[in-house]
């Protein structure tokens, strides 16, 4: 009888024990199918912001070389408008403006506003990796996930709040960018965590449509974006430095020549995103020196 028994329990067993068998390969095959897909959207997203910052290179490539044909042509413009006034002085003619001086005035960033109707400009910051067009979108969500050529993007693009006007137009200008673990795009704010950096780079250059101009550094900070909210448009002058005492209380680091607020300054302010506190934003506050 115990035999029977026996007989009768191992087709059972072996049956239980296939389908815990089948059920563990399962799960199995469904972690190992799930590890190769995270493995490879990791891939994709790396594969990306390495296209991202190759493309942007390109464009400060691109820009660095039409900065250096400007000057070229600068130089032969202004070496032809001498010869031809030599020229109009001999032949007892009265000095005239030449064609070719207005080529002279050509604004080159045309070319960028061909790639992209919203290009505002072009930000460069010494001593670090930011050397990167600046655009204004309708809203400050548009440019979060696209590239300056409008193609998604994790990096994004630097972008203008869209309730500036630009050009230097405005009191206080606001330029966003992301903080991107490949050390690009606005990365390099983070720095000025450190007093050294701080102190010995200061400077930021900063291009309208028509024109650039220089900023010098004067506050740093790290805060929650739940805790920030930034005036653009101020009342009176008095109103407007006191804006900038305050920005300045709030920095991180005391500077070795006293700031001095000058309501004949203008702002500018670069947000990037921070994780030394929750939510955080590390910001960088810089008034116009010439």
Same mark, same amino acid.
């Given at each position: ?23 563990? !390969?399962?799960?199995?095959? $469904? ?18 912001? /390495?296209?991202?910052? $190759? &493309? ?5 490539? %691109?820009? &660095? ?5 400007? +000057?070229?042509?600068? +130089?032969? =413009?202004?070496? @032809? ?20 001086? *207005? *080529? ?23 001593? +670090? ?25 994790? &990096? ?29 795009? @606005?990365?390099?704010?983070?720095? *000025?965590?450190?007093? %050294? @950096?701080? %102190? ?28 920030? /909210? @930034? =005036? ?43 994780? !030394?506190?929750?939510? !955080?934003? =590390? ?8």
């Amino acid at each position: 009888m115990t035999s029977s028994k026996n007989a009768h329990k191992n087709p059972d067993n072996n049956l239980n024990n296939n389908l815990k068998h089948s059920s563990k !390969g399962k799960w199995l095959n $469904i972690i190992m199918a799930a590890s190769v897909i995270l493995l490879l959207g990791t891939a994709f997203v790396a594969w990306q912001r /390495a296209e991202a910052q $190759i &493309a942007y290179e390109t464009l400060s490539q %691109e820009r &660095a070389m039409q900065e250096t044909t400007e +000057t070229g042509v600068s +130089t032969e =413009t202004s070496q @032809f408008s001498t010869i031809e006034a030599s020229l109009n002085k001999t032949a007892g003619l009265e000095p005239k403006v030449s064609d070719s001086a *207005y *080529y002279f005035k050509e604004n080159l960033n045309k070319e960028w506003l061909n790639i992209n109707p919203d290009f505002m400009g072009w930000l460069r910051v010494p001593g +670090t990796n930011i050397d990167y067009p600046y655009v204004r979108g309708g809203d400050n969500d548009y440019y979060l996930k696209r590239d300056f050529y409008g193609k998604y993007s994790e &990096a994004g693009t630097l972008f203008m709040d869209y309730r500036n006007l630009g050009s230097f137009n405005d009191q206080h200008t606001l330029i966003y960018g992301h903080n991107m673990k490949n050390k690009s795009m @606005f990365h390099s704010l983070t720095y *000025y965590h450190d007093f %050294e @950096f701080f %102190e010995e780079n200061q400077v930021i250059e900063l291009s309208g449509l028509y024109e650039t101009r220089t900023f010098k550094i004067f506050s740093v900070y790290e805060i929650s974006a739940d805790d920030y /909210a @930034f =005036t653009l448009d101020f009342e009176s002058s008095d109103q407007y430095q006191d804006y900038l005492e305050a920005l300045n209380r709030l920095s991180l680091h005391s500077q070795k020549q006293a700031f001095t607020a000058d309501p004949g300054q203008k702002l500018l302010t670069l947000v990037t995103c921070s994780y !030394g506190v929750n939510n !955080g934003r =590390t910001i960088v506050h810089a008034v116009e020196i010439k």
